[in-house]
């Protein structure tokens, strides 16, 4: 690996600039499904959406993909992009607005160190909506190292939760 100190404890995945087919659909996915807020568009092939006032979480543009069709299974490519919500009552109110949407999971989990939902957005991009638990009870090892797992999540007591 190497000798180098490591990142940062205070570095972070600022956005995600996302390829799609069409923005206004991909608008309506983020914004109108997920709950973020359009804060710029870029012309009529590109927008920037957010949540809390920041400036952009997520870019999405049709330069080099207006129309296009997802990656085929077997390439390379983003696996998911994982939205963190505050807390665990925020995560069941996004899966209340999924529910209202018609939108299905294609997945649920408890790891153990946080909770979270796994679906695709029109474009067949991975995302996941999650949650962490609070540190002090995350599972560990005995030496310490952490020891996250995958198992079924709740969603009845999720959404009790929101």
Known sequence: ???????????????????????????AFYCGVLGFTLTQRYGPDA?????GGYHHHIGLNAWESKGGAAPPPGTTGLYHTAILYP?????????????????????????????????????????????DKPEADWPRQEDGSL???????????LLAAA
């Open 87 to 131: 807390t665990r009552a925020d995560l069941g109110r996004a899966l209340q607005r999924l529910i209202a949407h018609g939108v299905a999971l294609e997945g649920a989990a408890d790891h153990g160190v946080s909770e979270a939902l796994y679906l695709r957005d029109p474009d067949g991009n991975g995302v996941e909506l999650y949650w």
């Open 47 to 51: 927008a920037f959406v957010a949540a």
């Open 147 to 157: 020891a996250m797992v995958t198992r079924q999540l709740d969603l009845r007591a």
């Open 1 to 27: 690996m190497s000798d180098l100190p490591p990142l940062a404890a205070g570095t972070r995945i600022g956005h995600v600039h996302l390829k799609v087919a069409d923005v206004e659909r991909a608008l």
